[in-house]
């Protein structure tokens, strides 16, 4: 096993080893239609204590990806390539037994409807209670209590009295907060939070992304949240990956890549961002078309067909050849999957001052 990235890779520099490696990750689905691409060459980094921003439109494979770091695939006919290295141990390499061992304790998830996550059945207290007892080995009684508390270290009120609630007498925002009190019973090294505040409204979305962050300095826990929304990743990431049709397409230091984007992908998403700059004369403009099937998935440049941009590139590349993902214009630490050569001044020129105007300006 090996944590070398390929050339392709997209590694942040640090001196000490990852938390968690992974390196060109593919998970392809055979299905009576054919293979569903859903991953493919997936390569990214999250460090201890730090958070990854997952983004991309529906279907780019985010889901997917952290399903597969989860082990979630194991059991059906889903092809996995490539590794996942979590604290040295390749996770492709383990046992269904020794997966299910690291799942809660050294990985865990937190999922986007947590209402459809939590069996109707059974008490919120009594499913976080199995949870800290599938690897713990204490009675029903103190697990009972240990769920108390981390009801209570999640904001629920009077949580001696909640912990006996079913999932249903729970609002949306407190059955989110009785995931995450799930997610972090076992104090994982790494969390896993795929799209946590989609199903809420802004105030509760903003409340809930507070209590991770302050759990997540508590915890000192790894973080990777999925979102479809680039102003939660500009409050929570420290690095981003930009997904588009199952590959990575931008890649690196959140600020990096929210003031320098050099694909036009990510600056159709950044587009989109109403409020992202708080420049009010900022034009919100939907990314044209839709994303495209993964079982046919464009030729070349996936994005192609919706690239407003394709025809500044020398040639029939965009169409044809596949972008590697290579350094920006700014160095290493910024990866990209995209033909265009002067991608930054572009950006500059053409595209900040329709969606930012005043920080045009600036420049
Ligand atoms: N078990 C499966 N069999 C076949 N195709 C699948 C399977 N699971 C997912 N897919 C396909 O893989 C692709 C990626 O799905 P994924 O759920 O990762 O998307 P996502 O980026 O999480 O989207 P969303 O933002 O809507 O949650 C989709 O085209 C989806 O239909
Ligand atoms: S490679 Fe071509 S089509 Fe793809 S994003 Fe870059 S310019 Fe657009
Ligand atoms: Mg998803």
């Known amino acids: 096993m090996s944590t070398t990235s390929p050339s392709t890779s997209a590694t942040t520099a640090t001196s000490s080893a990852p938390l968690l490696a992974v390196r060109d990750l593919q998970v392809h689905f055979p299905t009576q239609d054919g293979v569903v691409k859903a991953v493919n060459g997936l390569t990214f980094d999250v460090e201890r204590g730090k958070t990854l921003g997952i983004v991309g439109e529906s279907g780019s494979g985010k889901s997917v990806s952290s399903m597969a770091i989860m082990g979630l695939h194991r059991g059906t006919n889903a092809k996995i390539e490539g590794e ?161 049709a199952g590959r990575a397409v931008e890649y690196g230091p959140c600020k990096e890549i929210l003031t320098h984007p050099e694909m036009p992908y990510t600056w159709g998403l950044l587009s989109s961002v109403p409020d992202l700059t708080g420049d009010t004369d900022a034009r919100l403009i939907p990314i044209p078309g839709n994303p495209p099937s993964l079982l046919n998935p464009p030729s070349g440049c996936a994005f192609h067909p919706r690239c407003p941009h394709r025809d500044k590139v020398p040639g029939d590349l965009c169409r044809t050849q596949l972008p590697m993902l290579v350094p920006g214009q700014r160095g290493e630490m910024h990866t990209k999957r995209c033909h265009l050569p002067n991608a930054d001044a572009i950006y500059a020129a053409e595209v900040l001052p329709v969606i930012a105007p005043d920080l045009a300006e600036e420049l």
């Not at 109707?120 to 207290?125: C, D, L, R």
């Not at 994982?188 to 992304?209: C, K, S």
């Open 84 to 244: 996942i290295v979590l604290d040295g141990v390749n996770l492709l390499d383990i046992s269904a037994e020794e997966m299910r061992k690291k799942r809660g304790r050294e990985v865990s998830m937190i999922f986007q409807d947590p209402l459809s996550a939590m069996h109707p059945y059974y008490t919120v207290g009594n499913q976080i209670a199995e949870a800290y007892r599938v690897h713990h080995d204490v009675s029903r009684k103190i697990a009972k209590q240990r769920a108390i508390e981390m009801l209570d270290r999640v904001g629920i009120p009077n949580p001696d009295k909640r912990v006996n609630d079913y999932p249903h007498q729970y609002s949306g925002g407190m059955r989110q907060r009785a995931m995450i009190a799930m997610g972090l019973i076992n104090d994982p090294n790494l969390l896993i939070a795929d799209e946590p505040t989609t199903a809420l409204d802004v105030t509760v979305q903003a409340q809930i992304l507070d209590l991770l962050q302050d759990l997540q300095r508590e915890f000192n826990s790894a973080v990777i949240i999925i979102t479809h929304d680039l102003g939660v990743v500009a409050e929570m990431a420290d690095d981003v990956l930009v997904m588009y």
